[in-house]
């Protein structure tokens, strides 16, 4: 979020050397800022550049990509809890040494370290997946107070929560988020469509309802209803490679249960 006081430094270079202007000038003296010394990163979301520079997200991402392109950032994407990001860096191509800032010059957006911008950016994410409903402000602020193993149930279980509900019944984010409403099993019907406890776990298994699938309260798994034979595949939504290890289905009146070896590639019988 832009606070009032927050600023981006232009260095005459970047004009004069590097022959920058409009939209590149400005996006990359707001990356700049982050990673000047070398070692750190711009890791700021897509909105939070729109939110700086006033352009349209299509354009940032044109801008970005022309500075990629022309070697003047450096582009790499990495996943944090199951989301992806990307990170930009200063590239090489520019070949002029731009004027050292005093610390008091150095650009910190919401007078924060670097460190804490994936922080930011996590958030925003967030709050862009629960369709912006709610105080922005207020729901920051709630975040702010969240344990990092807390933050890490919160993509994952928006993406769970709003496909259950309309938005006039969502709960405000930043009652969503004092109230950790991610940490709350969601339903849909009968069916577990996300389970916070058997995220850590890292097996949680969510397929496709419907057809031969559905979820069983009683066995507290999911029951397929078609004839099965051994070696048959299940279609359940996932693909092989994806399907999580030790995935457990059960067959139509307790006939057994099938449990997922990704080692084998197959469903096993495990009675």
């Known amino acids: 979020m832009v606070e009032k006081n927050d600023y981006i430094v232009i260095q005459a270079p970047m004009v004069t050397d590097m022959k920058l202007s409009g939209n590149r000038l400005v996006v990359y003296a707001l ?4 990673c000047k010394d070398g070692e750190h990163e711009f890791k700021g979301s897509i909105s939070y550049i729109c939110e700086w520079t006033n352009l349209t997200r299509n354009t940032v991402i044109a801008t970005l990509k022309s500075l990629v392109d022309d070697g003047l950032l450096v582009k790499h994407e990495y996943s944090s809890n199951g989301v992806k990001f990307c990170a930009y860096k200063l590239g090489g191509s520019a070949k ?3 004027p050292v800032q005093s610390a008091k010059d150095k650009i910190i957006i919401n007078n924060k370290d670097n460190n804490n911008n994936n922080n930011n950016s996590l958030f925003e994410q967030c709050w862009i997946a629960y369709k912006r409903k709610g105080s922005k402000k207020k729901a920051f602020e709630y975040w702010n107070k969240l344990k990092e193993d807390e933050k890490a149930h919160v993509m994952p279980h928006i993406k769970a929560y709003v496909s259950t509900r309309e938005l006039s019944y969502q709960r405000d ?3 969503y988020l004092r109230d950790k409403v991610f940490m709350d099993i969601v ?5 577990v469509i996300y389970d916070p406890s058997k995220q850590e776990e890292g097996d949680f298994y969510s397929p496709e309802i419907g057809g031969f699938i559905q979820w069983s309260d009683v066995f507290r798994c999911h029951i397929y209803l078609g004839m099965y034979y051994d070696g048959m595949g299940i279609a359940d939504g996932y693909s092989d490679e994806k399907r999580p290890d030790g995935a457990i289905m059960m067959l139509n009146n307790a006939r057994g249960k099938l449990r997922w070896s990704r080692e084998k590639q197959q469903w096993e019988r495990h009675f």
């Open 31 to 34: 990356i700049h800022g982050f």
């Open 187 to 191: 339903m849909k019907g009968n069916n």
């Open 173 to 175: 984010f930043e009652r």
């Open 96 to 98: 002029i040494t731009l």
